[in-house]
């Protein structure tokens, strides 16, 4: 696996590989990588919280992040950047370091994606569940052009960003080989 030193852009929500999100940029910290990272067509990991670890000590963010690249951006109505991010692949982050503004960077070592060896029968009715998410919320649907309903990982992940659990859970399932666990929990989960 591949390392290198990345910045990170820690949220209390999660981007997952496929996933898009839109962003309001407002800090410097943060203008300045969105701007290194467009010039450079590089991109960035998004990071979730970890609300009982120590700031100081970088403890506050989870291992587990996505690196994700800016797909589209623009100077919104109150003068702040707005961007639309894709994750592109799970890293596992280690040996944050943070810079005089405030930027943490981090060493980011890819990590293998789960086999997508899953029968498109055992994903529903959560495929269902996900359509109606997806028409009753613009803001969601709005970030995707082409949603692949039909394509089990990809409606797992969506699950997973938008389940209203805490970030630690989330991690336990990105930590394992493969996305059982999520199923499993998932089909207990969704009607």
Not at 26 to 32: G, H
Not at 43 to 52: D, H, R, W
Request: overall charge negative.
């Amino acid at each position: 696996m591949s390392q290198s030193q990345v910045p990170l852009f820690p949220l209390s929500a999660h981007l997952l590989p496929e996933g898009r999100m839109y962003l309001r940029i407002f800090e410097p910290r943060y203008i300045r990588m969105v701007k290194q990272a467009c010039a450079e067509n590089t991109g960035f990991v998004m990071c979730m919280l970890n609300a009982k670890g120590d700031k100081s000590a970088n403890e506050h963010i989870y291992p587990i992040g996505t690196f994700a690249h800016v797909v589209d951006f623009d100077l919104m109505d109150d003068g702040l950047l707005g961007i639309k991010v894709a994750g592109s692949h799970l890293v596992e982050v280690s040996n944050i370091t943070s810079e005089s503004d405030g930027l943490r960077l981090g060493q980011c070592t890819s990590l293998s994606d789960w086999p997508e060896d899953i029968d498109p029968k055992q994903i529903a009715p959560m495929d269902e569940r996900l359509k109606e998410i997806f028409a009753k919320y613009e803001d969601i649907s709005g970030l995707y052009d082409n949603p692949r309903f039909n394509d089990p990982l990809w409606v797992l992940r969506r699950w997973l960003e938008l389940l209203p659990v805490d970030g630690g859970l989330k991690q336990q399932f990105l930590q394992h080989n493969d996305c059982s666990k999520l199923l499993n929990y998932l089909n207990a989960l969704v009607p």
